[in-house]
C-alpha cells in the first residue's frame, strides 16, 4: 500500500510515528508499505545565519528515534552551550535556543543549501543519518514563510526575525511578525490582523510531491495546525488541485477535541482566518478534499451538520464526509498507533462504499486567502 500523508511539526510527527507502528502490526511480515510525507516548509527561518526547518526536523528527529518526546521539541539529550554563548555575546534572537545536537543539522543544511543544492535534495541528505522509514519531500524547493500581521503598538524592536519575504505584508500601524517569532516569543498573544504565507504564491511543489499524490492507494491528513500547517501545505500552488482530483480516499484527523486544539495555539490562528475552534469547522477547511474524518467522541455527540444528530457515532451524507468517532488523545505511543489505524479503517470504508464526497468548488476562503 502507498500512503501520502501531509504534516507539520509535533503532532504530524507524533502521528506519523502511530502510522508506521500500526502498519508493522497489520503485516509483520512481506512486503512492507510505503509511506510519502510532503513535509511544510512554511515554519522555516533563519536564526544566526542558519537555515532552520521546524517542521521537517521534527519529523525526521521524531521517525529516527532522536526527539526529545517530553520536551516535545528538539533533540533528545540536548544540550544548549552555544545557545550560551551566542547569548552572551548579545547575538539575537534570544526567545529561539537552537541546541547543539540541533545545531549541526542547521549547519550541514545551511552549507548545502549554499552550494546550491535544493531543499529536497538537502533533505534526503538529511535522512541518510536519520533513516526515518518515510520519504520525506518538502512541500516546495522554494522558500515560503508563514507571517503573522498584528498590530505594531507595543512590540519590542529587538531580537525580531528580519526576512525580505515579509516586505509589503504590513499596513500602517502593523507589523508582519515571522511565525516563529509570534508563536515561540509572544506565544500567539498579539492577535492577528491575517497570516500570510509569503511566496506560496510563486512557489512550485518539490519533486516528488505531485506524482505522491496522485499515486498514493490512500492520503492522509494528520492532526497537525489546519492553518500554518496544513493550510500553508495547500497553499503551493497545485498542491490542492492534486488533492482534489487523486483517486485515493483523504481521510483527516482533528487536530480538534471539545472545542480546543489537541496541541499548541491553533485556535489562536483559527480566529486569525475568521473559523471556529470546532472540529466541524475544521472539516470546512478541507471540504473540497475530505473523504473522511475522524472527531473525538465528544465532538461527534455534539448536534453539528457533519453527524447524523447527537449521539452519532459514524456518518456520511451527500454533502460530506464519512465522518467517525475516536479517541483523539495521543498520550502514549500506543495511542498514535490507534488513531493511526482507525483512519487507515475510514480509508477502507470510503473505499469499499464508494464514498466519493468532496467538492470540486474551489478552496474555502480561509484557506484560499493564505498564499502571498
Same mark, same amino acid.
Given at each position: 500500500?502507498?500512503?501520502?500523508?501531509?504534516?507539520? #511539526?509535533?503532532?504530524?510527527?507524533?502521528?506519523?510515528?502511530?502510522?508506521?507502528?500500526?502498519?508493522?502490526?497489520?503485516?509483520?511480515?512481506? %512486503?512492507?508499505?510505503?509511506?510519502?510525507?510532503?513535509?511544510? =516548509?512554511?515554519?522555516?527561518?533563519?536564526? *544566526?545565519?542558519?537555515? &532552520?526547518?521546524?517542521?521537517?526536523?521534527?519529523?525526521?528527529?521524531?521517525?529516527?528515534?532522536?526527539?526529545?518526546?517530553?520536551?516535545?521539541?528538539?533533540?533528545?539529550?540536548?544540550?544548549?552551550?552555544?545557545?550560551?554563548?551566542?547569548?552572551? *555575546?548579545?547575538?539575537?534572537?534570544?526567545?529561539?535556543?537552537?541546541?547543539?545536537?540541533?545545531?549541526?543539522? *542547521?549547519?550541514?543544511?545551511?552549507?548545502?543549501?549554499?552550494?546550491?543544492?535544493?531543499?529536497?535534495?538537502?533533505?534526503?541528505?538529511?535522512?541518510?543519518?536519520?533513516?526515518?522509514?518515510?520519504?520525506?519531500?518538502?512541500?516546495?524547493?522554494?522558500?515560503?514563510?508563514?507571517?503573522?500581521?498584528?498590530?505594531?503598538?507595543?512590540?519590542?524592536?529587538?531580537?525580531?526575525?528580519?526576512?525580505?519575504?515579509?516586505?509589503?505584508?504590513?499596513?500602517?500601524?502593523?507589523?508582519?511578525?515571522?511565525?516563529?517569532?509570534?508563536?515561540?516569543? *509572544?506565544?500567539?498573544?498579539?492577535?492577528?490582523?491575517?497570516?500570510?504565507?509569503?511566496?506560496?504564491?510563486?512557489?512550485?511543489?518539490?519533486?516528488?510531491?505531485?506524482?505522491?499524490?496522485?499515486?498514493?492507494?490512500?492520503?492522509?491528513? %494528520?492532526?497537525?495546525?489546519?492553518?500554518?500547517?496544513? #493550510?500553508?501545505?495547500?497553499?503551493? %500552488?497545485?498542491?490542492?488541485?492534486?488533492?482534489?482530483?487523486?483517486?485515493?480516499?483523504?481521510?483527516?484527523?482533528?487536530? &480538534? &477535541?471539545?472545542?480546543?486544539?489537541?496541541?499548541?495555539?491553533?485556535?489562536?490562528?483559527?480566529?486569525?482566518?475568521?473559523?471556529? =475552534?470546532?472540529?466541524?469547522? &475544521?472539516?470546512?477547511?478541507?471540504?473540497?478534499?475530505?473523504?473522511?474524518?475522524?472527531?473525538?467522541?465528544?465532538?461527534?455527540?455534539?448536534?453539528?451538520?457533519? =453527524?447524523?444528530?447527537? #449521539?452519532?457515532?459514524?456518518?456520511?451524507?451527500?454533502? #460530506?464526509?464519512?465522518?467517525?468517532?475516536?479517541?483523539?488523545?495521543?498520550? =502514549?505511543?500506543?495511542?498514535?498507533?490507534?488513531?493511526?489505524?482507525?483512519?487507515?479503517?475510514?480509508?477502507?470504508?470510503?473505499?469499499?462504499?464508494?464514498?466519493?464526497?468532496?467538492?470540486?468548488?474551489?478552496? %474555502?476562503?480561509?484557506?484560499?486567502?493564505?498564499?502571498?
Amino acid at each position: 500500500m502507498r500512503i501520502t500523508a501531509l504534516s507539520g #511539526g509535533v503532532g504530524g510527527a507524533r502521528f506519523l510515528r502511530g502510522l508506521l507502528d500500526a502498519l508493522a502490526e497489520r503485516r509483520p511480515t512481506g %512486503p512492507a508499505d510505503e509511506v510519502v510525507v510532503i513535509g511544510n =516548509t512554511a515554519d522555516d527561518v533563519t536564526l *544566526h545565519g542558519l537555515r &532552520v526547518c521546524p517542521d521537517l526536523d521534527s519529523v525526521m528527529y521524531t521517525l529516527g528515534g532522536g526527539a526529545d518526546d517530553e520536551r516535545g521539541w528538539g533533540r533528545a539529550g540536548e544540550t544548549f552551550a552555544v545557545a550560551r554563548e551566542l547569548a552572551a *555575546h548579545g547575538d539575537p534572537p534570544g526567545w529561539f535556543s537552537l541546541g547543539d545536537r540541533d545545531l549541526a543539522t *542547521h549547519v550541514l543544511r545551511s552549507r548545502l543549501l549554499a552550494e546550491g543544492a535544493p531543499l529536497s535534495a538537502v533533505t534526503r541528505r538529511l535522512c541518510e543519518r536519520w533513516r526515518p522509514g518515510v520519504e520525506l519531500l518538502p512541500m516546495t524547493d522554494d522558500r515560503v514563510e508563514t507571517h503573522v500581521v498584528v498590530d505594531a503598538a507595543g512590540l519590542p524592536e529587538d531580537g525580531s526575525v528580519r526576512s525580505p519575504l515579509a516586505e509589503g505584508l504590513a499596513g500602517p500601524g502593523e507589523r508582519a511578525l515571522h511565525f516563529q517569532e509570534w508563536w515561540v516569543r *509572544h506565544h500567539a498573544a498579539p492577535a492577528a490582523r491575517r497570516i500570510a504565507v509569503a511566496g506560496a504564491r510563486a512557489a512550485r511543489p518539490g519533486p516528488g510531491v505531485l506524482e505522491a499524490l496522485a499515486g498514493a492507494d490512500v492520503v492522509l491528513l %494528520p492532526p497537525s495546525n489546519p492553518v500554518v500547517s496544513l #493550510g500553508a501545505v495547500l497553499a503551493v %500552488p497545485g498542491l490542492r488541485e492534486a488533492l482534489r482530483t487523486t483517486s485515493a480516499p483523504v481521510v483527516g484527523v482533528s487536530p &480538534v &477535541v471539545g472545542g480546543a486544539p489537541v496541541r499548541g495555539m491553533a485556535d489562536a490562528c483559527l480566529r486569525a482566518v475568521g473559523v471556529p =475552534t470546532t472540529a466541524a469547522a &475544521v472539516a470546512g477547511l478541507y471540504a473540497d478534499v475530505l473523504d473522511g474524518w475522524l472527531v473525538h467522541p465528544s465532538d461527534a455527540l455534539q448536534d453539528d451538520p457533519l =453527524t447524523d444528530g447527537p #449521539g452519532a457515532e459514524e456518518s456520511t451524507s451527500p454533502a #460530506g464526509p464519512l465522518v467517525r468517532a475516536e479517541p483523539l488523545l495521543m498520550t =502514549t505511543p500506543a495511542d498514535a498507533a490507534r488513531i493511526a489505524a482507525a483512519a487507515l479503517d475510514v480509508a477502507e470504508s470510503v473505499r469499499g462504499l464508494d464514498l466519493r464526497s468532496r467538492s470540486r468548488a474551489g478552496a %474555502p476562503a480561509a484557506h484560499a486567502g493564505l498564499a502571498a
